[in-house]
C-alpha cells in the first residue's frame, strides 16, 4: 500500500463511516417504501433495499479493513491504535486490540450486525416478501444508531492528540490472554444474533402476519444466537477461572450479568415457542420475550461501554451513555406500541387440558427464567439506584447472588427434567407414573449415596456456610409476638444442605435423557425392524430438533457437576522458599525455585513446583509472573492448571523476591471443574443438531417446484444447508481450541496483578474467612475482590491488622462497623438490610412468589375441566389398540414418533 494512502487512513476511514451512515439512511427509506408501496412498484424499491444493504455492509467491512491495517502497521496517528497496541505485541493481540475498546468495540458490533444483515438479506431473496422489507428497514434502523453513535461520540479513526507517539500504549496485560481474543467476539455474535428475531418480530407486528410463518422464519436465528450467547459466556468463565486468579469462574461481576440477560430471555422463548407452534396460544408472550431480549442486549453494552457500573471487564467513564438511554427509551416505546397496536390480532383463548402437562410445565419454565433475569437485573442495577436516589455507593458481591439465586436454580434444574417426562395436553397419572419412576429411583438413589459416602470424597452433604446477613425480625400480629425469623440464616442452612439435592436431580435429568433415547429408540427398533446403532441415529435424524435439545440438556446436566464441585473447593497459601512443601487438599506441593524467560514483549519469572499424592510425584506444575515491556508497573500473576476429571490443582504464585526466591503460592483444589467445558461442548453440539437443516426435505421442496416467494408458505424453516454451515463455522472454530486448552498439560494463564514483593505467610482460620468473604479491598487499583481473595498489598495488610485485632478479642462485626465506617457501605459485599436497602431482599422475592402464584392462577383457569375422560380414553383404546408387551410409556413415545417418518 502506497505511503500516500497510508497517510490518510484516518481521514478516509472517517469519511467511510459517514458514508455508511447515509447508506444505512438510504436503505432503511428504500425499505419503508418496499413495505408501503404498491405491489407493482414495491418489488423494485425491495430490489434497491436489499442492494442498499449490501452496499452499507460492504462500507462497514471497509472501516474494519482500515482500523485492522492500522493496528498492523501501528499507525499511531489513529488515538484508538496508540491507546490499545505497541510495537512489541504478537499479531494475534494485535487483532484482539480491534475490540479491546470501547470505540473499537462498537464498529466490531456494527461489523457483525452488517455480517448478519447480508446472510439475512441473500436469504431472503423469494422468500417471506411480505416480511421482507421490514426485516431490512429494522437491522438498519439499528444499524443507524451505531453509526450515528460511532460518528458523533466513539470515532475510532479520531487523530491522535499532539500527533503520532513514537510507540502506543499497549493492550491491557490482562487482556492479552487467548480465550479474552476469543469470548468478546462470540458474546457479541450472540448478542448481535438477537437482532435477527428481533427484526422478524417487528415485522410480523408491522404487517399484521402473526400466525406460524415469522415464528417458523426465526427459528434457527434464534438457535443461532442463543448459542453463541452459551459460547461467549462459558468462554467467559474460562477466562475468568483463567485471568483472574482466586480460583473460581463466575463472580457475578455486573458485566458478567449483563451478558447473561438475554440468555435467560431467549431460554425461555426457546421453551414458551413450542407451545405456540403445537397449540398456537401466547402469542403476545413470545413476540414480547423476543422484543425483550434485544432489548437486554442494548441495556448489557450500555452498561459495558457507558462505564456506568464499576468491573473489571467494563470501560471507562464516556460520553455515549446519553445515546444508549435516548435509543432503549425509543426501543421500548416503539416495541410496546407495536403490541399495544396488534393485541387484538395476538389474543387468542388459552386452554389446558390438565395442569399434568407439558404446557403447565413450561408456564413454570418460563416463570423461573424469567424470576432470575429479573432478579439478577434488579441486583445488579441497584448499587446505581442508591447511589442517584439515596446517595449511598453500595455493592451487590457474588455472595447474595449465590445464596438467592442457588435454591431457584435447583428448582429450574428440577423442572426440565419434569418438563421432559411430562407429556403434551395431559398425562394420565399411570403414565406419569410409567415415565418418572426410573428417574426418579436413580436420582434418589445417587442422593442418598451422595449424603451417605460424599465426604469420603471431600464433597460433604452439608457445607456450612456465612449468613449473606445475619438479623433476627420479630414476627407480630397486632400486639403477639409470634415469634422471630432470621431470613440469613435461614438461608443459609438452606443452601448449605443443597449438595446431594443438587446430586439427585442431576442423576434424574440424566437418566430421563437416557431413557428417551433408549425407549424411543427401543420404539423405532420395533416399528422399522432396525439394529439399535440405525434405529438411533435415524430417531435422532427425523426429529433433530426435539433430540438436540436433548443433547443441550444433557451439556447442562454436565456443566450442573461443576457448578456442584465449586461448593467443594479446597485452598491453601504458604510464603515458602526453594525445597519447602505445603499441603492442599490431598496433595502436597513442593517449591523446587524459579526460572526466568525473555521474549520481545515481556519478561517471565515461572515458578516450578512438584506435585505429590501421598508418597507419589504425579506432575509438576509452573505458575508464573509476566512483566510487560509497555506496563512494568502491571506485572500479571499466570495461574497453571492440573486438570483431571475429578478435579483441578489451579497454583497461583502470587508474588516472589528476585533476590531470595521466597514464593507466596495459592494452591486450590477445584472439584468437578472440568465438566463445565466438557458440558459446554455436548451444549453446542446438541444446538447444532437441532438447528441442521435436513437436506433431503429441502431439496424435496425444491424438486416439488413450490413459490418460495408465496411468504403463506415458506419453503424453509430457517438458513439452509448452506447458510448453516456458514453459521455454525465460527462456533466450531471458537470452542474446538476452548477445550483443548482447558485439557492440555498445565499452562500458566494471566490472573490480574499485583506488585513483585515478598508475601506474608497466611492461613485463615473458619472466623477469619468469614470475616474477609464480608469486605471488599479498597485500594482502588485492582478489581475489588474480597479481602479474603485479593491480592494487592493493601488487601494483605487489611487482612494482617484485623487478624490482629481478632487476636486481642475485638467482635468480628466491630472491625466490619469500623471498616465500614471508614469506606462506606459499598466495602461490604452484600447490602446492609435495613433501610431502603429492604427493597433489595423484599421486592425480589415478592415479585418472584406474586408472578409464580398469578402463573399458577392462570393455568388453573386456563386448564379446561376434562367431562369425558373415560369415554375418550375408551375410544381411543379401540380405537388404537396398544400391544399388551408395550407399557402406555411407550405407546406415547411410538406414536410421538409415528408422524415423524412420513
Wanted: contains cysteine.
Amino acid at each position: 500500500m502506497d505511503t500516500t494512502f497510508n497517510a490518510g487512513i484516518p481521514a478516509f476511514g472517517t469519511w467511510v463511516l459517514y458514508a455508511f451512515l447515509i447508506a444505512a439512511a438510504v436503505t432503511f427509506g428504500l425499505s419503508v417504501l418496499a413495505g408501503t408501496a404498491t405491489a407493482g412498484t414495491a418489488s423494485r424499491y425491495l430490489r434497491a433495499a436489499r442492494l442498499a444493504a449490501l452496499g452499507t455492509s460492504a462500507l462497514v467491512a471497509m472501516d474494519v479493513l482500515l482500523l485492522l491495517y492500522a493496528f498492523l502497521s501501528h499507525d499511531f496517528r489513529i488515538r484508538y491504535v496508540a491507546h490499545y497496541s505497541d510495537r512489541s505485541m504478537p499479531l494475534p493481540y494485535l487483532m484482539a486490540a480491534l475490540w479491546g475498546g470501547q470505540d473499537g468495540s462498537l464498529l466490531w458490533w456494527t461489523f457483525l450486525l452488517s455480517a448478519y444483515t447480508t446472510v439475512c438479506v441473500l436469504w431472503l431473496k423469494g422468500r417471506y416478501r411480505e416480511l421482507a422489507p421490514w426485516v431490512i428497514a429494522t437491522l438498519m434502523g439499528v444499524m443507524l444508531f451505531f453509526g450515528v453513535l460511532m460518528a458523533f461520540a466513539a470515532n475510532p479513526f479520531a487523530a491522535t492528540f499532539g500527533g503520532a507517539p513514537v510507540d502506543g500504549d499497549g493492550l491491557n496485560p490482562s487482556l492479552q490472554n487467548f480465550y479474552m481474543a476469543i469470548h468478546p467476539p462470540s458474546l457479541y455474535t450472540g448478542f448481535v444474533g438477537c437482532a435477527v428475531p428481533f427484526a422478524f418480530a417487528v415485522a410480523a407486528l408491522v404487517t399484521g402476519r402473526l400466525d406460524e410463518e415469522w415464528v417458523v422464519a426465526v427459528r434457527r436465528w434464534v438457535l443461532f444466537a442463543w448459542m453463541f450467547l452459551s459460547i461467549g459466556n462459558i468462554l467467559g468463565m474460562l477466562w475468568a477461572y483463567e485471568e483472574l486468579g482466586w480460583g473460581g469462574f463466575w463472580a457475578w461481576d455486573p458485566v458478567e450479568n449483563a451478558a447473561c440477560l438475554p440468555w435467560w430471555t431467549l431460554t425461555a422463548y426457546l421453551h414458551s415457542v413450542m407451545t405456540q407452534e403445537r397449540r398456537g396460544i401466547f402469542k403476545i408472550w413470545n413476540v414480547s420475550l423476543l422484543l425483550g431480549s434485544f432489548f437486554l442486549t442494548i441495556f448489557g453494552t450500555f452498561l459495558t461501554r457507558s462505564g456506568l457500573i464499576a468491573s473489571v471487564h467494563s470501560f471507562a467513564q464516556s460520553g455515549i451513555g446519553i445515546y444508549f438511554v435516548w435509543f432503549m427509551g425509543l426501543l421500548l416505546l416503539f416495541s410496546v406500541a407495536l403490541v399495544l397496536w396488534r393485541l387484538p390480532r395476538l389474543r387468542r383463548p388459552v386452554e389446558f387440558d390438565s395442569l399434568l402437562s407439558r404446557e403447565a410445565a413450561f408456564v413454570a419454565n418460563n416463570w423461573l427464567l424469567l424470576g432470575i433475569c429479573v432478579f439478577i437485573a434488579l441486583a445488579t442495577v441497584w448499587p446505581k439506584v442508591s447511589e442517584a436516589v439515596w446517595n449511598e455507593r453500595l455493592t451487590v458481591g457474588a455472595s447474595f447472588y449465590n445464596a438467592w439465586l442457588a435454591p431457584l436454580g435447583l428448582l429450574l434444574f428440577a423442572l426440565m427434567g419434569v418438563g421432559t417426562l411430562t407429556p403434551w395436553r395431559k398425562g394420565s397419572k399411570k403414565l406419569l407414573l410409567e415415565a418418572f419412576r426410573g428417574p426418579l429411583a436413580v436420582g434418589l438413589t445417587a442422593g442418598v449415596l451422595h449424603a451417605l459416602v460424599g465426604h469420603r470424597f471431600a464433597m460433604p452433604a452439608v457445607v456450612t456456610l456465612e449468613p449473606i446477613y445475619d438479623q433476627t425480625t420479630a414476627i407480630r400480629l397486632g400486639g403477639l409476638t409470634l415469634g422471630h425469623l432470621n431470613v440469613g440464616r435461614g438461608l443459609a442452612w438452606f443452601d448449605g444442605h443443597l449438595p446431594p439435592f443438587v446430586t439427585a436431580v442431576t442423576a434424574f435429568n440424566i437418566a430421563t435423557l437416557v431413557q428417551e433415547f433408549v425407549r424411543g429408540t427401543l420404539a423405532r427398533m420395533r416399528s422399522k425392524q432396525e439394529p439399535a446403532p440405525v434405529a438411533l441415529a435415524q430417531l435422532v435424524s427425523r426429529n433433530r430438533r426435539r433430540y438436540g435439545g436433548y443433547i443441550v440438556h444433557l451439556g447442562f446436566s454436565m456443566m450442573m457437576l461443576g457448578f456442584l464441585g465449586a461448593a467443594f473447593r479446597q485452598e491453601a497459601e504458604a510464603t515458602i522458599a526453594p525445597g519447602e512443601r505445603f499441603t492442599v487438599g490431598r496433595y502436597t506441593l513442593r517449591y523446587d525455585g524459579t526460572e526466568t524467560r525473555r521474549d520481545p514483549n515481556k519478561r517471565e519469572v515461572f515458578a516450578n513446583v512438584t506435585l505429590f499424592r501421598g508418597a507419589d510425584e504425579i506432575g509438576r506444575a509452573h505458575p508464573a509472573r509476566f512483566i510487560y515491556s509497555t506496563h512494568p508497573e502491571m506485572p500479571t500473576t499466570e495461574v497453571s492448571i492440573t486438570t483431571t476429571l475429578r478435579e483441578d490443582i489451579y497454583l497461583v504464585m502470587a508474588t516472589v523476591d528476585a533476590n531470595t526466591r521466597v514464593a507466596h503460592l495459592k494452591a486450590y483444589v477445584n472439584p468437578l471443574t472440568v465438566w463445565l467445558w466438557l458440558g459446554g461442548l455436548v451444549l453446542v453440539a446438541g444446538v447444532l443438531v437441532a438447528m441442521w437443516p435436513d437436506a433431503s426435505r429441502e431439496a424435496a421442496l425444491a424438486f416439488a417446484g413450490r413459490d418460495r416467494d408465496e411468504p403463506a408458505r415458506p419453503a424453509k424453516k430457517g438458513p439452509g444447508a448452506t447458510e448453516a454451515a456458514a453459521l455454525v463455522a465460527l462456533s466450531l472454530a471458537a470452542l474446538l481450541a476452548a477445550p483443548g486448552e482447558a485439557l492440555a498439560q498445565p499452562q500458566p494463564r494471566h490472573t490480574g496483578s499485583s506488585p513483585m514483593t515478598v508475601g506474608v505467610a497466611e492461613r485463615f482460620s473458619p472466623e477469619e474467612h468469614r470475616l474477609f468473604d464480608h469486605l471488599l479491598c479498597m485500594c482502588g487499583d485492582c478489581d475489588r475482590l474480597p479481602l479474603a481473595t485479593c491480592s494487592c498489598d493493601f488487601a494483605a495488610a487489611q487482612r494482617n491488622r484485623m487478624r490482629e485485632r481478632l487476636g486481642r478479642g475485638e467482635p468480628a462485626q466491630s472491625i466490619i462497623d469500623a471498616y465500614v465506617a471508614r469506606y462506606g457501605p459499598a466495602a461490604l459485599t452484600v447490602p446492609p438490610d435495613r433501610g431502603h436497602n429492604k427493597a433489595l431482599y423484599i421486592v425480589p422475592v415478592a415479585a418472584l412468589i406474586a408472578a409464580g402464584v398469578g402463573a399458577f392462577a392462570m393455568v388453573k383457569r386456563w386448564s379446561r375441566r376434562a367431562q369425558s375422560d373415560t369415554q375418550d380414553a375408551a375410544k381411543a383404546a379401540s380405537a388404537n389398540p396398544v400391544d399388551p408387551a408395550q407399557t402406555s410409556y411407550d405407546a406415547r413415545i411410538e406414536e410421538e414418533l409415528r408422524g415423524l417418518d412420513d
